[in-house]
């Protein structure tokens, strides 16, 4: 099973890091996106390979009044590409 690279998994962080902060939950994504919850468990987990599309970065963007290069990690250099665990 194919599992996220480091720089996808940075981006599902930033997501759900202003999720939290907005206090919304994966429910409330899922509405924005038109997608199940259980979905954006999956989008989540470290374990799935599923992850957002631009337009779905996008949308969570205009929820959010943010960029969606907010989303993007901050580091000066690329990031890895490996595969994390």
């Known amino acids: 099973m194919a599992k996220k690279s480091a720089f996808e998994l940075a981006i599902v962080d930033r997501v759900r890091e202003m999720r939290k902060k907005y206090k ?12 199940t919850d259980g979905y954006i468990g999956q989008i989540e987990s470290t374990k799935s390979a599923s992850m957002y599309t631009y ?31």
């Open 24 to 35: 919304k939950s994966q429910t409330y994504i899922a509405m924005i996106l038109d997608v």
């Open 55 to 85: 337009d779905q970065l996008n949308k969570i963007a205009i929820e959010f009044n943010c960029s969606p290069k907010d989303f993007m990690p901050e580091e000066a250099s690329p990031i890895s590409t490996n595969i994390k665990d």
